[in-house]
C-alpha cells in the first residue's frame, strides 16, 4: 500500500534560519505530491502542489518542495522561516487509484522569535 | 478560494447517542468529499469517500455501521457517529474535492463523548 514518511517529527528553529522538513513517498509511478500546513486552531491549506513538469514547485508564503523522483523524496524548504511559520506541516500523494490523499504523520514546526 | 465549512464546530455527547456532522462546499460543487479524523499528534486518517448520489467507500478498518455517511447533494455530505462511545472523541475533517484533485478542507469537527 502507498505510504508517506515524514521523518521530521518536532522542528524547533529560530527566526531566520531555514528550514527542509522531509518527505518521502512509497509509490513508484505517476504520483501527485501536495504540502498542506495547519496553523494553530486552523484548518489545513494547501501550500504548494506537485502534478507534472519543473521538479521545483513554489507555493505561498515562500515556501517550495523539490521533487526526486529517485529518490522518492518530496522535500519541502524556506530559505528564512518568521514566527509566522509555526505550525503543523502534513505532505500528502493522491493514492493509486487517484480518489484519495494519504497524509504523513505531520512535522510540528516551531519557531521562536 | 473554495470554501468547506462543518457543522458543528464542537459538539459534546453522552456516551450511546449519535451526533451528526455536516460538511458543505460553500461556493463550488463536489461530487466527491472526504472525511477524515485525526488523533492528537498524529496525521489525518482517511475514513471514507462520499460520492454524490451514490454510497460511500469506506477504508479498512473503518465501522460502516458506526459511522453513516449520506452525500444526497453535491454541497452537502454528512457524517453520522451512531451511539458513540469515548474512544470515538476525536476531530473529524472533511474535504471537498476540486479540479485537478486538489482537495480543500473544513475546519474540523471536536467530538468529545463522555
Known amino acids: 500500500a502507498q505510504s508517506v514518511s515524514q521523518h521530521n517529527h518536532h522542528v524547533i528553529l529560530s527566526e531566520a534560519a531555514s528550514l527542509e522538513l522531509g518527505c518521502n513517498y512509497s509509490?513508484?509511478?505517476?504520483?501527485?505530491l501536495f504540502w498542506y500546513v495547519q496553523y494553530p486552531g486552523q484548518h489545513l491549506q494547501l501550500l504548494l502542489k506537485?502534478?507534472?513538469?519543473?521538479?521545483l514547485v513554489k507555493g505561498i508564503k515562500g515556501f517550495e518542495a523539490e521533487f526526486i523522483k529517485s529518490k522518492f523524496s518530496f522535500n519541502l524548504r524556506k530559505p528564512s522561516v518568521q514566527w509566522s511559520d509555526t505550525a503543523e506541516y502534513f505532505c500528502?500523494?493522491?493514492?493509486?487509484?487517484?480518489?484519495?490523499?494519504?497524509f504523513g504523520k505531520g512535522t510540528t514546526l516551531s519557531v521562536s522569535s | 478560494g473554495a470554501v468547506v465549512s462543518q457543522h458543528p464546530s464542537r459538539v459534546i455527547c453522552k456516551s450511546g447517542t449519535s451526533v451528526k456532522i455536516e460538511c458543505r462546499s460553500l461556493?463550488?460543487?463536489?461530487?466527491?468529499m472526504f472525511w477524515y479524523r485525526q488523533f492528537p499528534k498524529k496525521s489525518l486518517m482517511l475514513m471514507a469517500t462520499?460520492?454524490?448520489?451514490?454510497?460511500?467507500?469506506?477504508e479498512q478498518g473503518v465501522e460502516k455501521d458506526k459511522f453513516l455517511i449520506n452525500h444526497a447533494s453535491l454541497t452537502l455530505s454528512t457524517l453520522t457517529v451512531t451511539s458513540a462511545h469515548p474512544e470515538d472523541s476525536s476531530f473529524y475533517i472533511c474535504?471537498?474535492?476540486?479540479?485537478?484533485?486538489?482537495?480543500?478542507f473544513g475546519p474540523g469537527t471536536r467530538l468529545t463523548v463522555l
Open positions: 474535504s471537498a474535492r476540486g479540479g485537478r484533485n486538489e482537495q480543500f
Open positions: 509509490y513508484g509511478g505517476t504520483v501527485n
Open positions: 506537485y502534478f507534472s513538469g519543473d521538479p
Open positions: 500528502a500523494v493522491i493514492n493509486q487509484a487517484g480518489t484519495a490523499l494519504i
Open positions: 461556493d463550488f460543487q463536489a461530487t466527491t
Open positions: 462520499s460520492n454524490e448520489g451514490s454510497k460511500a467507500t469506506y
